[in-house]
């Protein structure tokens, strides 16, 4: 059973840094891309960094420059290093990944999501 674990959270006050991380464990499972999204009180969940295998990453507006997303898909890991953090950054953050599943002789589509990692920023 594929499951991604999460780590790294907590509260930093404004301006400080975090450093996300999360490993994919399970097997049969071939990644197409690992990324992050963030869930605001009282908002959508949206994409932060994503990106697949061998391509260049891409980030919402909001975090460009202060955020970069690492893969490492041999080792089944994504980490987000957070720099410059402010009090719009607190959310739940959830890492995600999408692959192919083997099943029997063949693959099934996948996505999994983690149980999120609460990020608060103080002002």
């Known amino acids: 059973q594929v499951q991604l674990v999460e780590s790294g959270g907590g509260l930093v006050q404004a301006g400080g840094s975090l450093t996300l991380s999360c490993v994919l464990s399970?097997?049969?499972?071939?990644?197409?891309?690992m990324c992050w999204y963030r869930q605001a009180p009282g908002k959508q969940r949206e994409s932060v960094a994503s990106?697949?295998?061998?391509?260049?990453?891409t980030y919402t507006d909001s975090v460009k420059g202060r955020f970069t997303i690492s893969r490492d898909y041999a080792k089944k890991t994504v980490s987000l290093q957070m720099n410059n953090l402010k009090p719009e950054d607190t959310a739940v953050y959830y890492c995600?990944?999408?692959?192919?599943?083997?099943?029997?002789?063949?693959?099934?589509?996948?996505?999994?999501w983690g149980k999120g990692n609460l990020v608060t920023v103080s002002s």
């Open positions: 990106g697949n295998s061998g391509g260049s990453p």
């Open positions: 995600n990944a999408d692959g192919r599943l083997q099943v029997g002789v063949g693959h099934r589509a996948m996505e999994y």
């Open positions: 399970g097997k049969d499972f071939s990644i197409n891309a």
